[in-house]
């Protein structure tokens, strides 16, 4: 089976409500994500091993997506009480991990070279190791898509999934890069 199918189908299982394909040769790296980052205005900049800098540079990040040629973009929608539901929005946010930790799981054994992203930095770990130790779990580790310069609203239209679902909801996205 095609790999890119497959893994659509494992997506569809573990419960994301869009995802879409991209080429990884159509996909634009922009500093100025990346500027947004460091004014850290979600506190995870300089934090963890999962956001910048530790990610690496955006050349280095270049490098890295485009050593893959192909990139599922994946996406959930959570329904809010309304616009100011921080509660909502956290537990989301959480929510939208453990979609990815499921999808992981559903994967592993039929697709060896991969890359993941998440959402929000990592999270695993109460206390991140960054920068004095080693990341505790590597090999679980997933960095955002803005720590890798993505303009998310702008992947979401090149895969042909939506952005924006509504009021009082929240998206949150991912994405595996395949070879």
Do not use: Q
Request: hydrophobic share 35%.
């Amino acid at each position: 089976m095609e790999i890119a199918k497959l893994l659509m189908e494992r997506a569809k299982e573990a419960g994301f409500f869009e995802y879409g394909l991209l080429d990884t040769r159509d996909l634009v790296f922009y500093p100025e994500v990346r500027d947004m980052c460091a004014k850290n205005t979600c506190r995870a900049y300089g934090t963890t091993w999962a956001c910048p800098p530790a990610v690496g540079t955006l050349e280095e990040c270049r490098e890295k997506v485009l050593g893959y040629g192909k990139m599922l973009l994946l996406s959930v929608k959570y329904d809010l009480e309304d616009s100011f539901d921080f509660e909502g929005m956290t537990e989301g946010m959480h929510s939208f991990k453990r979609t990815m930790e499921r999808f992981e799981s559903l994967i592993e054994g039929e697709v060896t070279d991969y890359f993941i992203f998440s959402n929000e930095g990592c999270g695993k770990c109460k206390t991140c190791t960054y920068p004095d130790a080693p990341c505790r779990f590597p090999d679980k580790l997933h960095p955002s898509l803005e720590g890798y310069c993505f303009m998310v609203s702008e992947l979401a239209e090149k895969a042909g999934i939506h952005y924006i679902n509504g009021a009082n909801t929240v998206t949150y996205f991912g994405g595996i890069l395949i070879r």
